[in-house]
Structures are given as structure tokens and as C-alpha cells.
T-cell receptor, first 111, second 116 residues
Framework: GQSLEQPSEVTAVEGAIVQINCTYQ??????LSWYQQHDGGAPTFLSY????GLEETGRFSSFLSRSDSYGYLLLQELQMKDSASYFC????????????FGQGTTLQVKP | NAGVTQTPKFRVLKTGQSMTLLCAQD?????MYWYRQDPGMGLRLIHY???????AKGEVPDGYNVSRLKKQNFLLGLESAAPSQTSVYFC???????????????FGPGTRLTVL
């Protein structure tokens, strides 16, 4: 089976840096994705890591260590609009594109 | 492009009633998915499709049926609604880039269903 763990809530102040961790257990690994969801709206794709290391996209970066079954999402220069839920997801086995999602981390950015 | 659209946006059902949720995408994606999201929880896969005319079960398929008669549409049916099916339902579509394992899913705005 596959399972993911991430913290349920994180709080940070505007302008700060925050890291959201994700550990996973999978029978086969095909990459770790991150999605953002505002107030129950449509989740939107943020990043994807298939190989170890850091991927940077603007203020957001995502890191993967396959040997540790661990990844994180790093948000820099936090803005109020970054308050949202963040989900890590692993791609399921087989060529189906299925994603198994973690339960999500609610990030609250305070002034 | 409209992306992924879902109808209806809201619905209230009584226990035992049936309904169909419609998902449409205009991105020519092969793969489509139905998820449910309950308060404080992540997205759980109900059913999915890897192409027109094909469907498969996800993590929580019981009580639901699906059909993909056309590539752009993916229907989710509840034959006899139960209060446990009160949830927000998201449809998504995606494709896997040739030569890589990269896949990105595009989500619709969701359908908020309450079963009384």
C-alpha cells in the first residue's frame, strides 16, 4: 500500500520562510507532487520531483530524498495569499497517472 | 479553454435518491479522475479512466459508478445516495508526458453534495 504523512497545520508570519514536510511509504515510487488548495477550491499543481534534489519555481521550492522517503515544500517571502492547504502526492504504480494524496497541511500566514 | 468543468456546483439529495455528476475537459487529456474530499482530509480517489471507454476502481469506489463514453466527459453516478456520501467531489484530468514520469492533474471547481 501507499501512505503519506504531513503536518496538519503550520503557522508563519508574512515575509518568513516555511517548510512543509512529507514522508511517504510506497510499494513503488514514481515521483512526489505538491498541490495547493485555497478555501476548498480546486487544487492546483505546484511542483513535481522525480529525482533527488531541489526544484525551484519562483518563491516555491520542492525537495526530494528518495533514500529517506522524504520531501518538503519550501515557501519563501510568505504572503497573505499563501494561506491555503498544501498536499503532497505520490504517483501510483502503473501507467495510470493515479495520485495518492496526503491529508494536507493548512498554512496560516499572519501579518 | 475552459479547462475542467463540473456540473452541478451544489446539490442536496435525500437518502436513496440517485444523481449523476458530469465532468468535462477540453484539453484532450487521456486520463480522468473522480475524487472525494471530506473535512480535514485529503483527496481520495473514487474511480478513474485511462481512456475513452475504460474505467477502473480507485481507493473508495463503493456506492459509485462511472462511465466515459466520450474522451472529454467523465460521469460519476450515485445510484442510491447515503448520508456518508456527503462530500465535495472533484474531477481532474491529466496526461503523462511522453518519455517521462511527469504528470500534472488539472482539477475542476468541485461539486458540493449533501445527502439528508
Amino acid at each position: 500500500g501507499q501512505s503519506l504523512e504531513q503536518p496538519s497545520e503550520v503557522t508563519a508570519v508574512e515575509g518568513a520562510i516555511v517548510q512543509i514536510n512529507c514522508t511517504y511509504q510506497t510499494s513503488g515510487f514514481y515521483g512526489l507532487s505538491w498541490y495547493q488548495q485555497h478555501d476548498g477550491g480546486a487544487p492546483t499543481f505546484l511542483s513535481y520531483n522525480a529525482l533527488d534534489g531541489l526544484e525551484e519555481t519562483g518563491r516555491f521550492s520542492s525537495f526530494l530524498s528518495r533514500s529517506d522517503s522524504y520531501g518538503y515544500l519550501l515557501l519563501q517571502e510568505l504572503q497573505m495569499k499563501d494561506s491555503a492547504s498544501y498536499f503532497c502526492a505520490v504517483r501510483g504504480s502503473g501507467n495510470t497517472g493515479k495520485l495518492i494524496f496526503g491529508q494536507g497541511t493548512t498554512l496560516q500566514v499572519k501579518p | 479553454n475552459a479547462g475542467v468543468t463540473q456540473t452541478p456546483k451544489f446539490r442536496v439529495l435525500k437518502t436513496g435518491q440517485s444523481m449523476t455528476l458530469l465532468c468535462a475537459q477540453d484539453m484532450n487529456h487521456e486520463y480522468m479522475y473522480w475524487y472525494r474530499q471530506d473535512p480535514g482530509m485529503g483527496l481520495r480517489l473514487i474511480h478513474y479512466s485511462v481512456g475513452e471507454g475504460t474505467t477502473a476502481k480507485g481507493e473508495v469506489p463503493d456506492g459509485y459508478n462511472v462511465s466515459r463514453l466520450k474522451k472529454q466527459n467523465f460521469l460519476l453516478g450515485l445510484e442510491s445516495a447515503a448520508p456518508s456520501q456527503t462530500s465535495v467531489y472533484f474531477c481532474a484530468s491529466g496526461s503523462i508526458r511522453e518519455g517521462s514520469s511527469y504528470n500534472e492533474q488539472f482539477f475542476g471547481p468541485g461539486t458540493r453534495l449533501t445527502v439528508l
